[in-house]
């Protein structure tokens, strides 16, 4: 049995975050199901660090995030984490107030220009403006698009810097509790154990606890798709930024030379390797080309992801207060990566004691008692 002082079910950016962090106080294992970190979810993230989703708590968390990505500690990767996108919330008419109601929660948190129909098409004249296009914009130009393989590599490099271990191919197959100290068994039959054990397993988490016996907090597991395709011919798109609808109905940016676009879809879904569905494909094309003047003849790649959030789409951290040792690190939902710097904060003061890090969100908002 290979003993460490704090075991991590989960190789996703939250698991590994958390453990690159844990680190520098104990001895960590990460346990990853896959051959791959970030293989669900944190991989195939849109990753644009912006602040028109979630609430105060979402975009307080991202807000104190945005440093990590801009100066990331020495030596913690050999590619910047992201580059400057801007991001763009356009509406039609009947939205104004929707649009005006946005921009008052988002603007404590980053600089916004109102602009008109002449101001979207500078930036994005894809974008259909006037009679049943848009005709107001709001324009964020701190937007970050984040590198999610540079972000989850950092980590890894960083845990194993500090002697952690990460431990791929180790789907996990029963957890008990021995004594003081957790004991789990892969289904390779690899065993490992450790007085804390963190469940941040994702679209899983619900499942990690059922094997222990300890009661799930609720976690939805929802679909989302992206495809991408062709911009227009001799464009140059390197300029173009992250649109998106005021309501959830579309966003796309450029992507490789290429645009991605997602009709934001939220289908409900059982923890698994998400495949892309046929209709929200086709929905993913007709709402490019409901809201922009592009035609999307070819589609040269599709993808899935699960989106996980708790009941009240607020991220989870925090101990069971039922079974001793055990941490919740769930619900990242759609916001996980651009959050995962002052969440993996949050987690070393809540195991390590380190001083709380955030001053605008308590350890009570985010901890699993509020399920209970």
Known sequence: MSAADILIIGGGIAGLSAASALAAHAKVTVLEAEQAVGYHSSGRSATML????????????????????????????????????????????????????????????????????AGILELCPAILTGGAGSVAGLIDRGGIRLDPHSLLQGHVRALRSKGGELITNARVKSVVRNGQEWQVRTENRQTFSAPILVNAA?????????????????????????????????????????????????????????????????????????????????LAAHRVE???????????????????????????????????????????GGFGLQTSPIMAAIVESLIAGTPWPIEAVKSEALGPARFR
């Open 202 to 282: 994702g679209a899983w988490a619900d499942a990690v606890a059922a094997l222990t016996g300890i009661a799930p907090i609720g976690l939805t597991p929802l679909r989302r798709t992206i495809i991408t395709f062709d911009g227009p011919p001799e464009t140059d798109l390197s300029r173009w930024p992250f649109a998106k609808t005021v309501g959830d109905e579309l966003y796309f940016a450029p992507e490789s030379g290429r645009l991605f676009a997602s009709p934001m879809d939220e289908v409900p879904s059982e923890p698994c390797d998400a495949q892309p569905d046929e209709y929200e494909v086709a």
């Open 50 to 117: 912006h602040y028109a989703l979630g609430d105060p708590q979402v975009r307080s968390l991202t807000l104190a995030s945005r440093a990590f990505f801009e100066h990331p500690p020495n030596g913690f990767a050999d590619v910047p984490l992201g580059h400057r996108m801007p991001v763009l919330i356009h509406a039609r008419e009947d939205e104004l107030q929707e649009l005006d109601t946005l921009a008052s929660a988002i603007a404590p948190y980053a600089e916004l220009e109102r602009v008109g129909e």
């Open 290 to 332: 409901q809201w922009t003047s592009l035609k999307v003849e070819r589609i040269h790649s599709r993808w899935s992801g699960l989106r996980t959030f708790a009941p009240d789409r607020h991220l989870v951290a925090g101990f069971d207060d039922g079974v001793e040792g055990f941490f919740w690190l769930a619900g990242q």
